[in-house]
């Protein structure tokens, strides 16, 4: 399986802050990357797919950018709705494989 | 809009079988450009992909091998609903079970609630 690794494994900033999470894949996965965001309790909710396109609905203070093997997501100014755990996810092989996790705080 | 709505028992004993459904609205089972997925996740592991069935004239099927035979995923177009049994369950298979929609740009866009099943006598 293709390994996920995102960095790093929580973070606390402050509103309006730009915040930035990584994601590296242990082979190269083209731009089959997904980010999602996923609250106590709850199941994950689509940010991005292939990389850097916007999900319908999604806030323009999301982005992501990459390829290959190293992904990144950003958020141009944090919003106290934004907290949550952040994963990746590859969907380059059927047997979809998640990073750890990047928890946010404000 | 796409909703998945899942149902089954929270408690599992040991050696039995954990089975757990995921009704469709919003699409069709038999949408051919979308796959539909069973994801679980917990503390020790996160996220594990389980198996995905997906339509194209007929169902397909593909499990993860590390599940050693023991998963079966069934489709049941009369009630637009997918299924899953996970057979001779250990407390290994605790976890919150999800399904969810694997649209046509190879994303999961649209997830069930999840619902925990706890493995235990």
């Known amino acids: 399986d293709i390994q996920m690794t995102q960095s790093p494994s929580s973070l606390s900033a402050f509103v309006g802050d730009r915040v930035n999470i990584s994601c590296r894949a242990s082979q190269s996965i083209g731009v089959h990357l997904n980010w999602y965001r996923q609250n106590l309790g709850k199941a994950p909710n689509l940010l991005i797919f292939?990389?850097?396109t916007l999900h319908s609905g999604v806030p323009s203070r999301f982005s992501g950018s990459g390829s290959g093997t190293e992904f990144t997501l950003t958020i141009s100014s944090l919003q106290p709705g934004d907290v949550g755990t952040y994963y990746c996810?590859?969907?380059?092989?059927?047997?979809?494989?998640f990073g750890q996790g990047t928890n946010v705080e404000i | 809009q796409v909703q998945l709505q899942q149902s089954g028992p929270g408690l599992v004993k040991p050696s039995q079988t954990l089975s757990v459904t995921c009704d469709i609205s919003g699409d069709s089972l038999t949408n051919n450009v979308v796959s539909w997925f069973w994801i679980r996740q917990s503390p020790s592991r996160g996220f594990e992909w389980l198996g995905k069935t997906y339509f194209r004239s007929t169902f397909y099927f593909d499990y993860a091998v590390s599940l050693k035979g023991r998963l079966t995923i069934t489709p049941d177009t009369s009630k637009n609903q997918i299924s899953l049994h996970l057979t001779s369950v250990t407390p290994e298979d605790t976890a919150v079970y999800y399904c969810?929609?694997?649209?046509?740009?190879?994303?999961?866009?649209?997830w069930g609630q999840g619902i925990l099943v706890t493995v235990s006598s």
């Open positions: 969810a929609r694997q649209g046509q740009w190879l994303n999961l866009d649209s």
């Open positions: 292939g990389a850097a």
């Open positions: 996810q590859q969907s380059y092989r059927t047997s979809l494989t």
